[in-house]
């Protein structure tokens, strides 16, 4: 394969990228006027011929021709005729409409008359046009005055005239957020028996406008669980279309659902959406980025939101209880009081062990040996008169004080 071929091989995929890419340099743009095609006839439209000044809607296409085909958009414009008879005409177009605020507004029309333009010397003398705004009772020059020649040469089939096509457009973003009458005003002199027409076709006003999209930048949601954020929709300018959000970016084990997927915002303000993350519980921990994407015309915004899965927390088992025992049996019990036992007098607690010691050592001894002398009556009534039967009343008197302190403590 020589080189030539290679640079060919190269060339063909880029062309084709080229031309598949996404046209999103388009601004967006809104119109104002109503019925600036003519299509409705002059329905809102205040119209001002002067004297011997006609004014009806007429199908231009059938006026003027082939030659027009391809310059004007649509069947339809209005049309002022002057008399076949010498004379100054003048009229006005007129339309009130309120500006939103934008970061553009702009005029434009198209008006088709016998104009001097590409060799043609034209059938009027000083026809003339300027564009104003009225706003709280005064008047302002847009335009100034606007000699209509030049334009693209056309040819009326009704009179068998040359006419010129001049299309005219004006800024009005020094008027944004306002409420205008827009006024056209043309005038010119007939010197002769001809009958001139003039037509107005395609006055427009389009505000440009474009919207944004934002959300929270960070999520983070714990294995097995699900969390949600809210996208704000806000519309810039003029901007009053409907968005499709979407959601891109979302990795294995994760759902991300937007709800509703389509918003329109009102113009000069937001409307918002819901954006909601399921985790799976076996999803891998990590840091994952998040794309919402909003299309409208053309026009593509997007916002990033950073997801961070963190593991699921391991809680500890815990133990079923047996069948013979109550859920209620499970619960926390509170540890017997040693009150008691702290507040025993040392003295008592130190004689109780050689006491008990000498009871089941030391009595049983003497029992035996006075039995054996058969002297056991007697040895009961002496003990009696012991001081072991004291030291025996003395524990007894100290397990009842005992007894009683532990009713008194649970009761």
Not at 232 to 238: E, F, H, K, P
């Amino acid at each position: 394969m020589n080189r030539s071929a290679k640079r060919n091989e190269l060339l063909i995929p880029l062309i084709l990228g080229l031309i598949l890419l996404p046209v999103n340099a388009q601004p967006w743009e809104t119109e104002l006027i109503r019925n600036g095609d003519f299509s409705q006839g002059i329905l809102y439209w205040d119209v001002s011929p002067s004297m011997y000044f006609s004014v009806s809607p007429v199908d231009i296409r059938a006026l003027l021709g082939p030659f027009v085909d391809g310059q004007v958009k649509n069947d339809a414009a209005l049309i002022f005729k002057a008399d076949e008879k010498p004379g100054s005409y003048n009229g006005t177009v007129a339309q009130t409409v309120f500006i939103p605020p934008s970061p553009k507004a702009t005029l434009r029309f198209t008006v088709i008359g016998p104009f001097s333009c590409g060799g043609f010397s034209g059938l009027l003398q000083d026809p003339q046009m300027r564009v104003s705004v009225l706003l709280g009772g005064n008047r302002y020059d847009v335009s100034g005055t606007v000699n209509l020649r030049g334009g693209t040469r056309a040819y009326d089939n009704i009179d068998n005239v040359g006419v010129c096509i001049c299309n005219f457009s004006y800024d009005l973003t020094k008027y944004s957020g306002q409420k205008i009458t827009l006024l056209i005003s043309l005038s010119f002199y007939q010197g002769g028996y001809y009958g001139a027409r003039i037509y107005f076709d395609d006055i427009s006003i389009k505000i440009s406008g474009d919207f944004s999209i934002s959300a929270p930048s960070h999520l983070t949601i714990q294995g097995g669980s699900s969390s949600s954020i809210t996208i704000t929709v806000s519309s810039i300018g003029g901007f009053n279309s409907p968005v499709r959000l979407d959601v891109s970016g979302v990795p294995p084990g994760v759902a991300a659902t937007i709800d509703p997927r389509d918003v329109t915002p009102s113009m000069g303000s937001s409307v918002v959406s819901t954006l909601r993350v399921s985790v799976d519980k076996m999803a891998n921990a990590g840091d994952y980025t998040l794309t919402i994407t909003g299309t409208s015309n053309g026009i593509s915004r997007k916002t990033n939101v950073v997801l961070s899965i963190v593991p699921p927390e391991e809680k500890p088992q815990q133990q079923a209880p047996s069948p013979q025992q109550s859920p209620i049996s499970q619960a926390p019990q509170t540890p017997p009081s040693k009150t008691p036992e702290i507040q025993l007098p040392s003295i008592q607690i130190d004689f109780l062990l050689p006491l008990i010691v000498m009871l089941f050592v030391a009595f049983p001894i003497i029992v035996v040996m006075r039995r054996r002398e058969g002297r056991g009556r007697k040895l009961i009534k002496e003990l009696q008169n012991a001081w072991i039967y004291e030291e025996i009343q003395k524990i007894e008197d100290f397990i009842k004080e005992l007894e009683d302190f532990d009713k008194e403590k649970h009761s």
